[in-house]
């Protein structure tokens, strides 16, 4: 598991994990942004109101109205993304990230507005009667570029599982693990029922369960954040100061947290933000694709209030209950997640300012330390003395216990470059203590300190329940989309079969692996489409100005 997360890490930073993607993503948003002079400011009003269902018409082609397209299309991106995505990027990047996520949102809101309206365009009826739209549609019918079509399809097909399948069932069962001690296969093997049988029904089904769900939920999470912020009152302004304050400087080591980089809090926060908004992934257009109008413009009117709901309003909020909370910068007590766990060479005092300083260094690739290589002896469940200084979560971690079932350790544990062999020893070895927590398990240490007290660690597992479950639902919808381009509705019933299995395997496996894994597909998604949108820019400035004239002399 570890040598494939390192490959995964490596893959990643070629691609979303690079400098040159973050730079692709944003400035695409702001390209479009600007020269289609503000849309996501000029154009709110009036897409609430098209989403009222004031231009809805039951006569034209599709299968969904704007607000189950928009409902449809939420449930995709309203996910892990605001709660475990959100708490993943502040333990990376520090408060600064949440406002890299806000800006990737508002410029995502225009990105969203220009992928929807094309893929709404040149969208088709597919061979089973239903709507089939995308990238991929406006690639072929418009772009001409077949290669093109097929590589994002695949990458969707791909993403289907790495941002909707995998890490939205991992972060349920975690939750549901650490709050009720259900086992994870229990609540996957339950839910990869739930889910075939909505599936199944296709779009129309998933749309009627997405308006019911996305309101309700979205009411729920705020309700339980704004517990948080109003016991943690006297916090909520030095969070936002922080958010704002570290953009340029960065944020100094605090706590249990050893600190990051501009640079580093720029890339995750627009890596974490692209993950929960989907802008420009190419992803919603396929929802979108759906509704029921025959002005592709209206559609992406609606779709650009996606990253408005999801990001700056439901992340900000997940940002702000952690940092005010303080959760974010404290050691809890956990078990070790193998992919985060690293092994330095000799003894290392965090409470000393120099080792402190060459540990963070270490961690965020300033420097190298060496890494233990050889068989460490451990007595007792702890590891001899001197020998080692654990890392895990990119904290030092600390009353660490390994254990052999129930039974403290003893014996040797074979380490190699500060990584434990665990594939050569016993199913049964763990290794615990406290260290810092990022994703769900943050996010739920976050909700107990507010007006629920204890309480409060219920909110995550029924959020993720209902925000991850729908995003599952919604991206087998995209697979299905992706696979009937590529081969036909014949295809999709294997697809639905193979989407469910990798569904329920992904509820017991390494959560570090998936959020690693998440992150590859995104870009490997995202990279055609932007390409796309961008080729066909003065096609959108004319379909914008033509629709907007329509609205003016009220011709809709």
């Known amino acids: ?6 490959v995964l890490n490596l893959i990643d930073s070629y691609f979303g994990g690079s400098q040159w993607f973050v730079f692709l993503l944003i400035g695409t948003g702001i390209f479009f942004t600007v020269y289609l002079k503000f849309p996501q400011i000029r154009f709110f009003r009036h897409a609430i109101r098209v989403l009222s269902g004031r231009y809805d018409n039951e006569k034209h082609i599709g299968d969904t109205s704007h607000f189950q397209a928009l409902s449809t299309a939420l449930s995709g991106t309203i996910g892990t993304g605001n709660i475990a ?12 990230a949440v406002f890299w996520m806000l800006v990737t949102a508002f410029v995502g809101m225009t990105t969203k507005l220009v992928e929807v309206t094309l893929s709404h365009k040149y969208r088709e009826l597919a ?34 599982f790495g941002t909707g399948s995998l890490p939205q069932i991992n972060s349920i069962s975690n939750a549901i693990f650490s709050s009720f001690g259900i086992q994870h296969y229990i609540t996957g093997a339950v839910l990869a029922v739930l889910l075939a049988l909505i599936i199944i029904g296709g779009i129309k089904r998933i749309a009627k369960v997405s308006e019911r769900l996305v309101p309700f939920m979205s009411v729920v999470y705020v309700i339980g954040a704004l ?6 009152y006297d916090n909520i302004l030095p969070s936002v100061v922080a958010i704002f304050g570290d953009v340029f400087s960065g944020t100094a080591a605090t706590g249990g947290f050893l600190g990051a980089t501009v640079a580093f809090a720029f890339n995750r926060g627009v890596n974490r933000g692209l993950f929960s908004n989907e802008a420009g992934q190419g992803s919603a257009p396929i929802a979108h694709a759906a509704a029921r109008t025959e002005e592709p413009v209206s559609e992406g009117m609606v779709a650009l209030l996606e990253p408005f709901i999801d990001t700056i309003v439901i992340c900000f909020f997940t940002g702000l209950t952690l940092l005010s909370s303080g959760a974010w910068a404290e050691k809890h007590n956990n078990q070790f997640q193998q992919a985060d766990l690293v092994a330095l060479a000799g003894a290392y005092d965090e409470q000393d300012p120099s080792d402190r300083a060459r540990v963070s260094d270490h961690i965020l690739r300033k420097s190298s330390l060496p890494l233990f290589t050889g068989s460490l002896p451990v007595h007792s469940g702890q590891p001899e003395p001197g020998t080692v200084t654990f890392l895990h979560a990119r904290s030092f971690a600390e009353d660490v216990v390994i254990k052999d079932g129930d ?46 007290g204890d309480w409060g660690k219920y909110v995550i ?3 993720l329940l209902l925000f991850a479950f729908t995003t599952s639902i919604a991206w087998s919808y995209y697979g299905d989309r992706a696979v009937t381009y590529l081969w036909g509705s014949k295809y999709v019933r294997s697809y639905h079969i193979i989407y469910v299995a990798a569904f329920f395997i992904a509820s017991f496996t390494d959560t570090t692996i998936i959020w690693t894994l998440s992150g590859v597909t995104i870009a490997l998604m995202a990279l055609p489409n932007l390409i796309g949108i961008l080729l066909l820019h003065k096609e959108v400035k004319s379909s914008i100005f033509e629709y907007w004239k329509k609205v003016k002399e009220k011709k809709l």
């Open 127 to 160: 061979e089973d009667g239903t709507v089939a739209g995308g990238p991929m549609y406006y690639m072929k019918n418009r772009l001409h570029m077949r290669w093109l079509a097929a590589l994002f399809a695949v990458a969707t097909i791909l993403s289907s």
């Open 85 to 96: 995505g959100v708490a993943l990027a502040i333990h990376l990047g520090g408060p600064s």
């Open 227 to 232: 517990s948080v912020l109003v016991y943690n």
């Open 1 to 6: 598991m570890q040598k494939l997360n390192d």
């Open 407 to 452: 039974k403290l350790f003893d014996g040797e544990l074979t380490v190699t470059n500060g990584r434990i062999a665990f594939s050569s020893m016993s199913e049964k070895i763990s290794i615990s203590g406290k260290s810092l927590l990022h994703s769900a398990p943050l996010s739920t240490e976050a909700f107990k300190k507010g007006l629920l």
């Open 461 to 463: 597992p029924l959020a």
